[in-house]
């Protein structure tokens, strides 16, 4: 099993829609956990750390699901610029204080 | 914030050329690392470093070293440039395992 998977997509979704994305982690003890955009051809950018409380961030909402490994990420009223690739970053324990891992990304795109 | 520069964003080389990849931080942060990044493998560690002159091999070592003689520079060796190495250099540093990493923008490598 893959320490992060994600669904690679592509996800279409129509301008104003709304899109969800899980991401699943393999090792319970991991600690951290972030959403990272990428556009094409640029460096992934940090979107939002997620809190085990989960957290909001304008239209975007990051959750964690302890329990069943997995985070998500949630955008509301979609806007083309939200074209990206969403990266799913985790720190498992195991491996060092501060080496994270990364899932292969999901890929949207907004349709107008 | 912390400001991770690369010195190249695109550079063209001959196999066998030896290659070096630049990548400063302006931060006082021990960690910094060199991933690879290629479709549909994600992003993949190659070194990192936790401190000067230290150095820990990532998951694709394999024709690459690296050298850090100050705590800021991190750099990228390629002794011996082939044509798989022809790939999207990314060189990140982390403020801390809550805070994700930092990314430069990128060295788009050609290995020709």
């Known amino acids: 099993r893959k320490e992060v998977e994600q669904d690679p997509g592509p996800f279409n979704v129509p301008e104003g829609a709304t899109v969800a994305f899980n991401c699943t982690y393999s090792?319970?003890?991991?600690?951290?956990f972030f959403w990272y955009r990428q556009d094409c051809r640029k460096e992934p950018k940090l979107l939002m750390s997620?809190?085990?409380s989960g957290n909001e961030d304008g239209r975007f909402t990051a959750q964690l699901n302890r329990a069943s490994q997995y985070i998500s990420l949630l955008i509301r009223d979609s806007k083309l610029s939200d074209s990206a690739t969403y990266l799913c970053?985790?720190?498992?324990?195991?491996?060092?204080?501060?080496?994270?891992?990364f899932g292969t990304g999901t890929r949207l795109t907004i349709i107008p | 914030d912390v400001k991770v520069t690369q010195s190249s964003r695109y550079l063209v080389k001959r196999t066998g050329e030896k290659v070096f990849l630049e990548c400063v931080q302006d931060?006082?942060?021990?960690?910094m690392f060199w991933y690879r990044q290629d479709p549909g493998l994600g992003l993949r560690l190659i070194y990192f470093?936790?401190?000067?002159?230290?150095?820990e091999k990532g998951d694709i070592p394999e024709g690459y070293s690296v050298s850090r003689e100050k705590k800021e520079r991190f750099s990228l060796i390629l002794e011996s440039a082939s044509t798989n190495q022809t790939s999207m250099y990314l060189c990140?540093?982390?403020?801390?395992?809550?805070?994700?990493?930092?990314f430069g923008s990128g060295t788009r490598l050609t290995v020709v």
């Open positions: 931060m006082d942060h021990e960690n």
């Open positions: 470093s936790y401190d000067v002159k230290m150095k």
């Open positions: 997620v809190y085990s």
């Open positions: 990140a540093a982390i403020q801390g395992a809550n805070y994700g990493y930092t």
């Open positions: 090792n319970s003890a991991s600690q951290s």
């Open positions: 970053v985790v720190n498992p324990p195991n491996f060092g204080n501060e080496k994270l891992t």
